[in-house]
């Protein structure tokens, strides 16, 4: 079946730890993105990468990073800079020639405590 | 810059009709995005407007007036399953990023 994995689905850190969320994707689209989802809110790009081996910085990237080696993978690490990690993490894809319809994994809620 | 607005919350009963609006402003437009979201799900999908008018799928219609910055979606026969949040999304640039909506959390009550 095509689509995007996130795991785990609920992940818990103590303070101060870094920690990795994985998003992999057999849907064989260029783009990737990470999302971060408070309550209530909508969502707020964190990173986003165009093609492998490149990513941009989206509007609130601090305490984070990412990388793209393969086309199909795209992990995020939550730095302990991040002061407020504790969130919704979606991960999404785009495919190259679209009218830009992001797919969404299932996400995974990452609890720091 | 760019800017969109939808109402935080909204309440409907089971088996009526209920409009969420989004409104924008961009300077560049190339279509408008609505998805759905349950909570604590990815969002999905639901409809993607470029030209003006009305689009109707089933019991979800979406629609665009891009001369006024405005759209709405239109769902009918309110069902329990309904009940989620309503994300507007602008397809706006050529850098292949959305600008995303704080989203219209439905409640639809029996």
């Known amino acids: 079946d095509g689509g995007i994995t996130q795991s785990p689905k609920y992940l818990f850190r103590k303070e101060g730890q870094n920690v990795t969320l994985s998003c992999e994707q057999n849907?064989?689209?260029?783009?990737m993105y990470w999302y971060r989802q408070d309550p209530g809110q909508g969502l707020r790009l964190i990173y986003y990468?165009?093609?492998?081996?490149?990513?941009q910085k989206g509007d609130i990237a601090e305490g984070y990073s990412v990388s793209r080696e393969k086309k199909e993978s795209f992990p995020l690490t939550v730095t302990s800079a991040q002061k407020n990690p504790t969130a919704f993490y979606l991960c999404?894809?785009?495919?190259?020639?679209?009218?830009?319809?992001?797919?969404f994994g299932p996400g995974t809620r990452l609890t720091v405590l | 810059g760019q800017n969109i607005d939808q109402p935080t919350e909204m309440t409907a009963t089971e088996g009526a009709i209920v409009q969420i609006n989004c409104t924008y402003q961009?300077?560049?437009?190339?279509?408008l995005f609505w998805y759905q979201q349950h909570a604590g799900e990815a969002p999905t999908f639901l409809s993607y407007?470029?030209l003006d008018g009305l689009e109707e799928k089933g019991r979800f219609s979406s629609f665009l007036s891009r001369s006024k910055g405005y759209s709405y979606l239109l769902l009918k026969e309110l069902q329990m399953k309904d009940s989620a949040s309503y994300l507007c999304?602008?397809?706006?640039?050529?850098?292949?990023?959305?600008?995303w909506g704080l989203g219209t959390s439905l409640a639809v009550n029996p």
């Open positions: 999404a894809t785009m495919e190259q020639g679209s009218y830009n319809e992001q797919f």
């Open positions: 849907l064989n689209h260029d783009a």
């Open positions: 990468s165009q093609i492998v081996n490149d990513f």
């Open positions: 961009t300077s560049g437009f190339n279509g």
């Open positions: 407007n470029v």
């Open positions: 999304a602008l397809n706006a640039g050529n850098n292949r990023k959305l600008i």
